[in-house]
Structure formats: C-alpha cells, structure tokens
C-alpha cells in the first residue's frame, strides 16, 4: 500500500512584476537581479485576492484532475507563511470554499519546505487507515510581507498557490520515501519579526519595518547548498536508488545558483530538473506543487517516472520526496 498522488493543480495571478518594473522601484537592475537568482518575473496578487482564493484555485483543478469531489475528501491540510489570518486557519477557509463538509482542516508553517512536510503527514495518515483522500496544498502571498526598500528580498519572491489529491493505491506508484528535518538553530537567518506574541504590532514595529521578511542571504544559501544534495542523497538511499535513477528532479526554486549547485553534485542534467523560477520566483511552499503540476501539463511526467522533490526553508526546515508517478 502506498500514498499516490491521483491529481495536481495550480493558480498563479495574472499580473506580472518584471525585473525591469522593479529597476523602478529599488536600487537594482535585471542583470543584478539574474546574475544572483536566476529570475526574470514575478505573479503579484493584487487586492482584494487572498491565500485562501489562489488555493481554492489549485484546489479546484487539483480534484478535477483526480476525478474526485470535495465531499469524498477526508482532510485539507495547507502549508502557508502567509495565511490569510492568525485565525482560524486557511485550511477552514477553503474547506468551506470548496464545501468539503466532510474534511478536517488544518495549517502548516514550515516556510518553504511546507508542502514537502505536507506531503510527508498526509502520507502517514493514509498507511495508518485513518483517511482515503488528502488535500495538500502549498499556497503563498509573499508579496504583501516584502519590502519594497530592501533590494536583497523584494526581488525573490512571488505570489501562487499548487495543490495535490493524495489518496491510498496497491500498485508501485506513489510515495517510496520520505525524510523531514529542522535546525531550528538557524530560525533567525529566515524570518518575519514582528506580528507575534515575541514582538506584538505597534507604531514602533510598523516603523521599524518589522512586519516584513528579513533574510541572512549568506547563511541560508550555505545551508541550501549543503542540505539540498544532502537530503537528496538520504531520500534515494532509504528507497535503494541513485541519482541515475531519477527522472524528473523538482527542486525548490530559491535561487538557480542552489539549483545548479546541487545538480552538479548529484550529476542530474537540466533535462531531468525542472526549473520555473525565471517565470515565477521563490512561491515557497507553493514551488514544488505548482512545479508537478506544471510537468503533468507539458507532459513531462509519465507513470513509472521516478520523481524527487527536495525543498529547504525557515526553520530551519528540510525534507525530501522521492515518487513513483502514477496511479492505480
């Protein structure tokens, strides 16, 4: 018995921020901004579109795909830094959109690396017999928590949202292993400061700028280009594959140096790598759903491909997938 995904989908918002856009608004320019990351554009949701509305999007194509309803879900679980309130959580919220009446609900916060995390428990609970179809959905509005003064973060991010039906299969396809870790050492290298119950909202926070990401570039990019081999090679290794094993390798899209970094170690060619944060930037927990969902639309993945996923984010948080595609 294994977890299969039987359906992926994706939102992303029309509006586009170029990097030429952004030459106007901070102190940079497209080659400073290509040359470090690897990205062109952005999608920026615009008001009054919400997290819970991109997933609900996702969501939506998601079962269509899967061939099932929302009343035959039996949990939602959201991976988000951006929710659209502290409560109740968006999982709620697109329960309800979706009139999944029959679903628990819940958010997980583990940054980037949300879906992976995600993907990890709707696993367990399936293999434990408690439920039949999972809902897991990486969804993101980083562009409402950016600031647009600070050139080493504004030019990062983007808004989109991707979602997966996982449900219980007998045949080969589906999850073969699975590994998650954290080193919460590293927390402050990748965070939003205030807003919480360590420094509650006040003049004082909104002036200082605190209610917005702020990121320790050097350390996070060490620590991405260690542990994304890293865990790639402990996720094969526990499932009795290679790297010349993989099919398609669907990295979180951070920064195309971490990318690139990492399949060289690995010896994975760009054929095998998908690779979309040119288009879309770092969606975090939406990258590597949103990513699936973009191979199966061009026809990049085939049942029986062998397909790794491999995310990092704040947390410090990682963890690694490694999947048979397909479905009975």
């Not at 590293?186 to 917005?212: D, F, I």
């Amino acid at each position: 018995m294994k977890a299969q995904i039987l359906g992926v989908g994706h939102a992303l918002p029309e509006r586009r921020l170029t990097n030429q856009d952004l030459e106007r608004m901070v102190d940079t320019s497209d080659e400073w901004i290509v040359e470090r990351s690897g990205i062109r554009e952005r999608r920026i949701a615009d008001q009054p579109t919400k997290c819970s509305d991109l997933a609900y999007q996702a969501s939506v194509m998601a079962l269509e795909r899967a061939g099932l309803s929302a009343q035959q879900l039996d949990l939602i679980i959201v991976a988000t830094a951006t929710p659209d309130m502290y409560f109740p959580s968006t999982a709620c919220i697109v329960q309800d959109l979706l009139g999944a009446t029959n679903a628990a609900a819940f958010d997980l916060s583990a940054g980037c690396t949300g879906f992976v995390y995600a993907l990890d428990i709707a696993e367990k609970y399936l293999l434990a017999g408690d439920y039949q179809y999972i809902l897991v959905i990486g969804a993101e509005i980083l562009t409402r928590i950016l600031d647009y003064q600070d050139r080493n973060t504004c030019v990062l991010f983007g808004d989109g949202a991707g979602a997966a039906v996982v449900g219980k299969g007998s045949s080969d396809y589906g999850i073969l292993s699975s590994i998650i870790g954290a080193d919460g050492s590293g927390a402050k290298y990748l965070c939003l400061p205030a807003g919480g119950s360590a420094m509650p909202a006040s003049l004082e926070t909104v002036q200082n700028r605190l209610h917005y990401v702020k990121m320790n570039g050097p350390e996070v990019f060490r620590f991405a280009t260690r542990i994304t081999s890293e865990i790639s090679t402990r996720v094969l290794q526990k499932a009795g594959f290679t790297y010349n094993d993989v099919d398609l390798f669907v990295p979180h899209q951070a920064n195309l140096r971490i990318i690139k970094t990492a399949m060289k170690r690995m010896n994975i060619p760009a054929e095998k790598t998908l690779i979309n944060l040119d288009m879309y930037g770092n969606t975090s927990a939406a990258c590597i759903p949103l990513g699936l969902s973009q191979a199966h639309e061009e026809g990049r993945l085939q049942p029986g491909d062998l397909v790794l996923m491999v995310a990092f984010g704040a947390g410090l948080t990682f963890g690694g997938i490694l999947l048979r595609w397909g479905r009975d």
